[in-house]
């Protein structure tokens, strides 16, 4: 069993800045891509960045230019830097990602979120 662990939530006010962390264990083989997800209050959830293991990286519109996503192969981790946050970004945040696990067998693992709170 491949299991994430996100941290780094928080509550913070308009403007500030929070660095969120998932780290990935068990036994596994080669991780792929590995993602950012988040579900506001009443909403759905929805994609935030992605970093492949080819080292390209995307963001959803509404995250451009203000989050930064970034890994650590060798810690199995994978982060987003998140700068001049706004209350519309008060959501769960979710680590995916995508891997083979031991067996070879293709893997889409979630973490169970951290909370980000950004007041007005």
């Known amino acids: 069993q491949v299991q994430l662990v996100e941290s780094g939530g928080g509550l913070v006010q308009a403007g500030g800045s929070l660095r969120l962390s998932c780290a990935a264990s068990g036994s596994m083989g080669a991780i792929k891509a590995m993602s950012w997800y988040r579900q506001a209050p009443g909403k759905q959830r929805e994609w935030v960045a992605t970093?492949?293991?080819?080292?390209?990286?995307n963001y959803a519109d509404s995250v451009k230019g203000r989050f930064i996503i970034s890994r650590d192969n060798a810690k199995k981790s994978v982060y987003l830097q998140m700068d001049s946050l706004q209350p519309e970004d008060t959501a769960v945040y979710y680590c995916?990602?995508?891997?083979?696990?031991?067996?070879?067998?293709?893997?889409?693992?979630w973490g169970q979120g951290t909370q980000v709170t950004v007041s007005s």
């Open positions: 970093s492949s293991s080819g080292g390209s990286t």
């Open positions: 995916n990602v995508h891997l083979f696990d031991a067996s070879g067998r293709f893997i889409d693992s």
